[in-house]
């Protein structure tokens, strides 16, 4: 019998939302907290993640004997322990049972990390109309790029060798596209393993069996000699776009659907946590493009070049067939949730694009527009249409934006890669611009679209 056991140290690459699954008097969407009212990922979420990425290979074998089973008149209870992950803070420390109010306001960092102190996303989803569509107006609550968690995984053999399978399940967690919580489609959830502990305990030793019973269960004891993390490259089930040195031509905006003491609509930014060692530092909020916002502006431009591929015009077809979730490319490419007319059951199928947010390398002064709508009767403001607006210029940074894609997406029809491709084609030449106030000249960028010939291994 052997027992194979890991404790990884978790780092965003993105922000993350893992929620609470219920609502409060403020927001739609909480994120999962411990006792403490600090954010923990339950272990249930992780196994399920995992689990989900040999679901999407078909391996039933490997998921029986890993995961477990249950049939008519047999079953097997899983091999693998999933620890809930609990947040990492100064010094390399761990939060584990009860703190004091004390203890937490003590910290800067804890202090920052309470649900009441997180940053919020507001989305709004929009419809071919322009307009907000049917519950697509929420908000959420997310945790800021940079923050480290830590677990511990534990695989049991018994009679038959999980060498390789051990290696498998460290492979996944350390992928390029390990992704836990919600929204991980628009822009979240996107892990890395900082660094790890692994150790083989083999109970046929007397000396390991006394070493598995004598460790501690506590995060914060020492329980070996840390590794490196390192990726595992791009999964083999996925393809990545990259869009790289993106520039904006002029001006641009992501409108936070915030003022502040100066103007009446500010940018969106979010704080980053970058760590020194073991210490986390938190930065000045940063210029925000969510993916969310490049999530929606792609869907539509998929939609309109594969309709002009598949010959869908105006006037030979209805055109709700061939807009929003009735497009082919967007139904295979972004999911679907829809009930068909005289059926009980919905129909459902989740997206197969994974988005990225972007954040700017380094900010630069806004510029502050004023507008005003001038009454031609009276020569006056209009009411409710005098207003200013901070925007940002074309001397930031972004850092560069990975897509990626399932393989399975493009296996039916070729004219979605060539739509999906096109449509990316257009933000690297300033046919499709992002953000807000796009009707005014703003939003336009430049870039370079690497397709996945170059960036898959």
């Known amino acids: 019998m052997k027992k194979?056991?890991?404790?990884?140290?978790?780092?965003?690459?993105t922000p993350l939302h893992v929620g609470s699954g219920s609502s409060d008097l403020t927001l739609d969407a909480p994120v999962n907290c411990d006792a403490n009212g600090l954010p923990q990922i339950n272990g249930a979420s992780l196994a399920g993640v995992i689990?989900?990425?040999f679901d999407e290979k078909n391996d039933k074998e490997f998921i029986n004997r890993i995961f477990?089973?249950?049939?008519?008149?047999?079953?097997?209870?899983?091999?693998?322990?999933?620890?809930?992950?609990?947040?990492?803070?100064?010094?390399?420390?761990?939060?584990?049972?009860?703190?004091t109010n004390g203890e937490i306001t003590k910290s800067k960092y804890l202090k920052a990390m309470q649900a009441y102190?997180?940053?919020l996303r507001d989305h709004c989803r929009i419809d071919d109309k322009g307009t907000a569509a049917d519950k697509g107006k929420f908000d959420n609550c997310v945790l800021p790029k940079g923050v480290r968690f830590v677990c511990e995984v534990e695989l049991t053999e018994n009679d038959e060798d999980l060498s390789q399978d051990w290696e498998k399940l460290l492979q996944v967690v350390s992928s390029d596209t390990f992704r836990v919580g919600g929204k991980v489609r628009s822009g979240l959830g996107r892990l890395s393993v900082v660094k790890l502990i692994k150790h083989a305990f083999d109970f046929s030793n007397e000396k390991d069996v006394e070493t598995y019973l004598n460790r501690?269960?506590?995060?914060?004891?020492?329980?070996?000699?840390?590794?490196?993390?390192?990726?595992?490259?791009?999964?083999?089930?996925?393809?990545c776009y990259i869009l790289d040195d993106i520039k904006p031509e002029n001006f641009f905006t992501f409108g936070s659907g915030y003022g502040d003491e100066e103007v009446d609509m500010t940018p969106k930014k979010e704080i980053v946590v970058k760590w020194n060692g073991d210490d986390p530092e938190i930065s000045k909020a940063k210029i925000l493009v969510p993916a969310s916002s490049i999530k929606g502006a792609i869907s539509?431009?998929?939609?309109?070049?594969?309709?002009k591929y598949a010959g869908n015009f105006a006037g030979k077809v209805n055109p709700e067939e061939v807009i929003g979730t009735g497009n082919e490319a967007v139904k295979t490419l972004f999911g679907y949730d829809k009930k068909a007319k005289g059926e009980a059951k919905k129909e459902i199928a989740a997206g197969k694009v994974f988005f990225d947010d972007m954040l700017v390398s380094c900010n630069e002064?806004?510029?502050i527009f004023n507008h005003v709508s001038i009454d031609r009767f009276t020569g006056g403001a209009m009411n409710g249409a005098l207003f200013d607006e901070k925007v940002c210029g074309n001397s930031v940074k972004f850092e560069p934006l990975k897509i990626y894609v399932?393989?399975?997406?493009?296996?039916?029809?070729?004219?979605?890669?060539?739509?999906?491709?096109?449509?990316?084609?257009?933000?690297?030449?300033?046919m499709l611009p992002l953000g807000s106030s796009t009707m005014r000249g703003h939003g336009c960028f430049t870039g370079t679209l690497k397709k996945p010939e170059g960036n898959n291994e």
């Open 4 to 13: 194979y056991l890991a404790r990884i140290v978790f780092e965003a690459e």
């Open 51 to 53: 689990r989900s990425y």
């Open 68 to 99: 477990g089973f249950q049939a008519k008149n047999k079953g097997e209870g899983s091999r693998l322990v999933v620890s809930n992950a609990h947040l990492v803070y100064e010094g390399g420390r761990v939060v584990e049972g009860l703190m």
């Open 117 to 119: 102190a997180l940053p």
């Open 216 to 239: 501690s269960s506590s995060f914060n004891a020492v329980a070996g000699e840390w590794v490196k993390g390192e990726s595992s490259g791009n999964s083999d089930n996925y393809l």
């Open 300 to 307: 539509h431009r998929t939609a309109f070049y594969y309709n």
């Open 365 to 367: 002064k806004e510029q």
């Open 406 to 430: 399932e393989k399975s997406a493009f296996e039916k029809d070729e004219k979605i890669q060539m739509a999906f491709e096109k449509a990316l084609d257009d933000i690297c030449t300033g």
